[in-house]
């Protein structure tokens, strides 16, 4: 299976529209995780031309109506293992919220995968057992208005492999 990961396209405001780029990126995907701060709901529309898509409320989707692709966190079970998507997860783990923590917290107990957004900042890491990704922002990459970063996730037979796209 083949997941396309994005986050933080904060669409007006960061651009008019999704970046041509985007659709090239994800034109073999499965599956859409979007992991929050989207603004509008044409973005979501945009990507499930592609794909079906599921997205986490970020902090910044407050106006959004209610949709049923969106929800405050997904736990999902892709091809054996178990993934949970939110807009923001603290990582590096702060003192104050341990992953283990933030798992429940968001999930209700622990994942193999978690993909979340909001720092804008693209990321794949392991921790503690854990693959923890973030896409970036295709849009307002590292906070800067230019072509951004997406994520693509492949799991086949309990193997799993993330990678960060850099859009050009």
């Not at 034109?27 to 859409?32: A, G, S, T």
């Not at 992953?99 to 999930?107: G, L, S, T």
């Not at 973030?134 to 800067?144: E, F, I, Q, V, Y």
Request: charged share 20%.
């Amino acid at each position: 299976m083949l997941v396309g990961l994005i986050s933080d396209t904060h669409i007006p405001q960061a651009a008019k529209y999704m970046p041509p780029q985007v659709k090239e990126a994800f034109k073999k995907v499965d599956l859409i995780l979007h992991a929050g701060d989207i603004y509008q709901l044409s973005v979501l529309d945009e990507l499930e031309q592609i794909a079906p898509v599921l997205a986490a409320r970020g902090n910044g989707d407050t106006k959004l109506p209610p949709d049923p692709r969106i929800k405050e966190s997904h736990v999902l079970t892709l091809d054996g293992m178990s993934l949970g998507m939110t807009h923001s997860v603290e990582y590096p783990e702060p003192p104050w919220c341990t992953i283990e923590k933030a798992m429940e917290r968001e999930f209700g107990g622990p994942v193999e995968i978690i993909v979340s957004g909001d720092t804008h900042v693209a990321i794949v890491e392991s921790y503690k057992g854990i693959l923890i990704i973030n896409p970036g922002s295709p849009t307002l990459p590292n906070g800067m208005y230019q072509l951004g970063t997406v994520g693509l996730l492949e799991i086949s037979a309990g193997r799993v492999e993330a990678r960060i796209i850099q859009l050009r």
